[in-house]
């Protein structure tokens, strides 16, 4: 009859709206996870708009990175008689640039920062053997079990003057006197009176050859 048509018809459609209204409910409800797990993506990814870009790694990187600095600048103000100091550059020049691991240094004679790109050529040098030197410190006294005994540094040295020279040897010098090996590659014919234990490399038409002075 009609009204059993009608009743049929009104049953399926009710059917129909119940599940519908489930799968409203569930589309929602993934909706809202998906909107948070974006948000963390985007978070530990450093891709949120209109902030800074500063990925989860990165945050981890630049923590360990202010440990490398407080150590580093222990060496680098004494070999600048304390003029200048390393810190990281927390903001990047712009939102579309990674930011967190970049460095400035303060100029303690006039109480500006600026680039370390602004730096001289020695006193890039002096910059990079201090981190590289408060990075092995951080190394061993974070692993507990990594021990850096030897450490080699390859040129640089032709960059720096005279009192910059015995600055930077001093530093190395107090590194040995701890235990650790330090090795110099270099062509400057001043280091030469000032390390004792040498391998000079010699060229001739002939070849190379080493000889040893103690």
């Known amino acids: 009859s009609e009204r059993d048509e009608e009743r049929y018809r009104l049953k399926t459609h009710q059917s129909l709206k119940e599940e519908y209204e489930s799968y409203e409910k569930e589309y929602r ?15 530990a990814n450093g ?5 800074e870009r500063i990925s989860l790694e990165q945050y981890v990187q630049s923590a ?9 600048n222990k060496r ?3 070999m600048t008689n304390n003029q200048f100091e ?41 910059a990079s ?24 540094i390859d040129e640089g040295f032709g960059t720096l003057d005279e009192k910059s020279l015995d600055q930077a040897i001093r530093t190395l ?6 235990d650790r090996l330090v090795g110099i590659i270099s062509h400057v014919p001043e280091l030469k009176t000032l390390i004792d234990h040498k391998k000079i ?3 001739s038409e002939k070849g190379s050859n080493v000889s040893l002075e103690y």
Do not use: H, W
């Open 47 to 51: 891709s949120i708009p209109g902030k």
């Open 86 to 126: 390393l810190f990281r550059q927390e903001k990047a020049s712009n939102l579309r640039s990674q930011s967190g691991l970049d460095l400035e240094v303060l100029d303690n004679y006039t109480g500006t920062r600026r680039s370390v790109k602004t730096l001289s050529g020695g006193e890039s040098f002096k």
């Open 129 to 152: 053997l201090s981190l590289a030197l408060g990075l092995s410190d951080v190394t061993q006294a974070k692993s507990g079990v990594v021990a850096i005994e030897a450490m080699f």
């Open 29 to 43: 409800e993934l909706e809202e996870k998906y909107r948070y797990v974006s948000i963390i993506n985007k978070t």
């Open 64 to 72: 360990y990175f202010e440990f490398i600095i407080d150590e580093a």
């Open 201 to 203: 490399v010699n060229k």
């Open 173 to 178: 010098m107090e590194l040995a006197d701890n």
């Open 76 to 78: 680098f103000m004494k």
